[in-house]
């Protein structure tokens, strides 16, 4: 289940409604999607794809999505590090960026502003049946956690699927990767052990 980290607070929020409400003021949607009997998270895509075709169809009414795929990567995908440098810098799309996350774990780094008007860096780390939306022209990063595994299924409006838009200045550098395990210490601005 997703966790949220404000690092210039020291503040870690989980469990599944209080995650949702900080997101929703943020403009974000999360859901979790079932993964218990669908599906053999490890299954091919087309199996995938057809196994969870009910949320895919409805998220394609409701947002415009065209095309759905599965992106699977490990530790030894050919060149991973360039892959997760695009990833890393902070960039925008010109549409919403939609992922359900099969197996592995991810932090989505948001750079926004907080209901009080103010500028706010927090990360999102998500994981396996957790599905979120971050609505276009956000600005925002994705790093993976240490085992640089992540296998989702991912959405797009536009058949040429995803072209990040960087912003120039980007705030990414000051921030590391906040995967979070039971070390974690708050106040670490952003760096796990």
Request: some cysteine; overall charge negative; glycine content about 8%.
């Amino acid at each position: 289940m997703a966790t949220v980290t404000v690092p210039a607070e020291a503040r870690r929020i989980s469990g599944l409604e209080a995650v949702r409400a900080f997101l929703a003021d943020h403009g974000i949607h999360h859901e979790i999607w079932p993964l218990e009997d669908r599906v053999d998270p490890a299954a091919p895509a087309e199996r995938i794809l057809a196994a969870y075709a009910p949320e895919i169809d409805e998220l394609k009414a409701r947002g415009g999505f065209v095309t759905a795929d599965v992106i699977d990567v490990y530790p030894d995908t050919p060149n991973l590090d360039a892959m997760l440098a695009k990833f890393a810098k902070e960039h925008t799309h010109t549409e919403d960026e939609v992922r359900f996350i099969l197996q592995g774990r991810g932090v989505f780094h948001i750079h926004g502003t907080a209901p009080d008007g103010a500028d706010t860096v927090f990360a999102i780390e998500v994981g396996a049946g957790d599905l979120i939306s971050v609505p276009r022209d956000t600005k925002h990063w994705f790093d993976l956690c240490d085992d640089r595994r992540i296998r989702a299924i991912r959405l797009f409006q536009d058949t040429s699927g995803w072209t990040p838009h960087y912003v120039e200045g980007g705030v990414h550098e000051g921030y590391m990767p906040m995967c979070l395990g039971p070390a974690w210490v708050p106040g670490s601005r952003g760096a796990a052990p």
